[in-house]
């Protein structure tokens, strides 16, 4: 296959993947052979390729902001609203990685030595959800933004039950400074979220390692 060919089935065939896991690569391209399907494009895109798909992303989350969202009841507790919310929401911002610190925060040592071995950020398939403030009013709701999805950083100045996560286990990364980002800022600016946009399975490779929760006694 010729390059050039093979470069531009790889962007295709990570466009099917989002869109259908299922899908060919004959079915948006016959010039790209039957034998290739969307996972194998993944493998093939390069860090520049990946890098223009989040800032791509991004672009088309920025597009589409609103205030307007689509909002339905998940299960009601006594004392909180669970929501679940269509749409992206106005509160996001872009975001620029260059030079920054942030923290990836894991569920036990086992999986941090694991990403310690080789380094990269690997999307989920949990969307955003803006945690509830945790102060002393009768009712406060949980929303989560399911059209949200992507690879979830912080920085060092957060602690791990402020994004979420149990224990103390981390890492501390710096992105390639080109990187699509989103910021999503808390209500009370006591935590703040950065998220890569992408799909569950994309891989993004990590610039450097700067330290761990396992370099410490």
Same mark, same amino acid.
């Given at each position: ?8 089935? @790889?962007?295709?065939?990570? @466009? ?36 223009a ?44 990685p ?6 990836r ?18 999307? @989920? ?38 994004? @979420? ?11 390639d ?38 370099d410490?006694?």
């Amino acid at each position: 296959m010729p390059k050039r060919t093979s470069y531009r089935c @790889g962007l295709l065939l990570l @466009g099917a993947f989002y869109l259908n896991p299922t899908l060919g690569a004959t079915e948006l391209n016959p010039n790209c052979g039957a034998a290739i399907r969307a996972d194998e494009g993944l493998a093939a895109l390069t860090l520049h390729d990946k890098i223009a798909l989040t800032q791509s992303k991004l672009a088309d989350w920025l597009s589409r902001r609103s205030n307007g969202l689509v909002s339905r009841k998940e299960r009601e507790k006594p004392d909180t609203l669970f929501m679940i919310h269509s749409g992206i929401p106005s509160f996001l911002r872009s975001y620029s990685p260059k030079g920054v610190v942030f923290r990836r925060y894991f569920s036990s040592k086992e999986t941090l030595s694991a990403f310690l071995k080789d380094p990269k950020l690997i999307a @989920g398939g949990t969307p955003y959800k803006k945690r509830p403030l945790d102060n002393r009013a009768k009712q406060f709701e949980s929303d989560t933004y399911e059209d949200l999805n992507g690879i979830f950083l912080t920085t060092p100045t957060q602690k791990p039950k402020a994004v @979420g996560m149990l224990y103390d286990v981390w890492v501390d990364i710096r992105v390639d400074e080109s990187v699509g980002m989103a910021v999503l800022p808390s209500d009370d600016n006591q935590y703040t979220t950065f998220l890569i946009p992408a799909d569950r399975g994309f891989e993004l490779p990590v610039t450097e390692v700067l330290g761990s929760s396992l370099d410490t006694p």
